[in-house]
């Protein structure tokens, strides 16, 4: 991977830090932003999740997110491994397995019916 593209994925990396910072969560990037290695999630600070964030044209979910999920387990906190991505001049989306999804929108159907 070149440098404007590794530089490209720590903008996002930063871009979707702020994104859930503006919702109230004490987002971050990562310790590996300083250079540590290990299976961290790119962004912290975000309760339950594992983000791993890709900007990229060439789309490889299925390996993103098996990466999340692996590195998910490695961490071994129960998070929900998920992966927020988008393309140039392209919406951001989320992927994340369809198990890990329905615990959220239960839990937030569960609570908007109170």
């Not at 098996?66 to 392209?90: M, S």
């Amino acid at each position: 991977m070149g440098k404007m593209q590794r530089e490209k994925g720590k903008r996002f990396e930063r871009e979707v830090a702020n994104l859930f910072k503006e919702e109230g969560f004490k987002a971050t990037r990562s310790a590996q932003c300083m250079g540590k290695t290990g299976q961290a999630a790119d962004v912290i600070g975000v309760p339950y999740l594992h983000i791993e964030c890709k900007h990229v044209e060439q789309m490889k979910l299925y390996e993103w997110i098996a990466q999340a999920i692996r590195d998910t387990e490695a961490e071994g906190k129960g998070n929900l491994p998920c992966v927020i991505h988008k393309q140039n001049r392209k919406d951001i989306l989320v992927s994340m397995r369809y198990e890990d999804f329905i615990k959220i929108f239960i839990t937030y159907v569960r609570e908007v019916s109170k």
